[in-house]
């Protein structure tokens, strides 16, 4: 049986203990996320909506991050300056490492309604973790409505 993802298993390891690693560092520099932190989410506000609307069936945690990793992207540029082109490599790596690009088999309107319950909601409205440019996150963005609604359209 072939492992899933790309590369080595040695390969791969290192790629997670670096994230790992990544990880504790924010997490300790932020410990009741109060800022930075946040930086660690993107792509989770869409994945978890995903996640809700699937019912926590059918696709895990990291498969609808890298769903919404998309659609994040993809805002970024719209909002934020990022360089559209980010978004095809990125969805180039997703490709690559076996890791899906969008969700079918649930609804627009399920996976709308799960992300204005998001834990990073303010008074029904999501705040999105977007960026600049690679390296250069920002945090508590208000995306206008029709964005987010094409942004989920991009995803499922």
Known sequence: MREPGRGTPERRLELIRRCAAFKARVVADDPQEQGRRAVLNLGHS????????????GISHGEAVAVGLLPALWLSSQLCGL???????????????????????VDRAEVRAALSRDKKARSGRVRFVLLEAV??????????????????????
């Open 46 to 57: 869409i994945g978890h909506a995903i996640e809700a609307a699937a019912g926590y069936t």
């Open 135 to 156: 390296g250069s996150p920002v945090h508590d963005v208000d995306v206008p409505d029709d964005l987010i609604e094409s942004a989920i359209a991009r995803a499922v």
């Open 83 to 105: 360089d559209p082109a980010v978004e095809d490599e990125v969805r180039e790596l997703l490709v690559h490492h076996e890791l899906p690009t969008s969700w079918s088999g």
